[in-house]
Every structure is written in C-alpha cells, then in structure tokens.
C-alpha cells in the first residue's frame, strides 16, 4: 500500500517561499510510468493542480503557476518537493501530493485528470498572512 505524507510549514509570510515535501513509502517514485503531482484546495473552491514530475524526473506545471513553482525530488530519500514564490494570501490553501497511476501526455505536455489518481496525502493546511 502506498503512502504518501506532506510535510512542512503550516504559515509563510506575503512574499516568501512555500517550500513543502511528499514522503512516499510503500513504492518508490522512480517505478514506470507513475507520476506525482502537487495539487492544492484553497478555501471554498475546487481542486486546483500545480505541477506534477515523473517516473524519470521529467517535470509539467500548470500555465497560472509556472512562473512560481518549482517541484523537484531526493531518490535516496523516495521524496519529492514543492517550492512556490512570491506568495500571497490567496496561496491560502490545503495543499496535497498524490500520485497519477496512468500519466497522459500530449505533444510532451502533461494532460491532468483527477480520476487517474489513486494514492494521495492527507494534506497539509498552509496560510499565508503576515
């Protein structure tokens, strides 16, 4: 059974970094063709995903994020991470990571769809506010 488990702060001051991690256990983040993505719930609104990095490293962002995000991973350590810059209140968010059993891509662009997900993190609550 795969596992998987955020991590870290729940407070980022207006214009800082959000830097967060996914620990998985119970499979490993290299196996083919697995993707893991970050999405994240801000408050009263749907599910919004961010970025995703596959099997083999290679990494897809969401269009309205991708000047601020970053997601990169640690083999050794079977994690993979989140930095998003320059933040602002509306970041507000329960942010998760999760893992895509069946990874679509087109003409190299990843193609999200919540229904291809089957393991994810209970999430973390992240607010930003001075």
């Known amino acids: 059974q795969v596992q998987l488990q955020e991590s870290g702060p729940g407070l980022v001051k207006p214009s800082q970094t959000l830097s967060l991690t996914c620990t998985v256990s119970?499979?490993?983040?290299?196996?083919?063709?697995?993707?893991w993505s970050w999405i994240r719930q801000p408050p009263g609104k749907g599910l919004e995903w961010m970025g995703v990095?596959?099997?083999?490293?290679?990494?897809s962002y969401s269009p309205s994020l991708k000047s601020r995000t970053s997601i990169s991973r640690d083999t050794s350590k079977n994690q993979f991470s989140l930095q998003l810059s320059s933040v602002t209140p509306e970041d507000t968010a329960v942010y998760y990571c999760?893992?895509?059993?069946?990874?679509?891509?087109?003409?190299?662009?990843?193609?999200?769809?919540?229904?291809?997900?089957?393991?994810w993190g209970q999430g973390t609550q992240v607010t930003v506010s001075s």
């Open positions: 990095i596959g099997y083999d490293g290679r990494t």
């Open positions: 119970g499979g490993s983040i290299t196996t083919s063709y697995y993707a």
């Open positions: 999760a893992r895509d059993s069946s990874p679509e891509y087109y003409s190299g662009t990843y193609y999200y769809s919540p229904d291809r997900y089957d393991f």
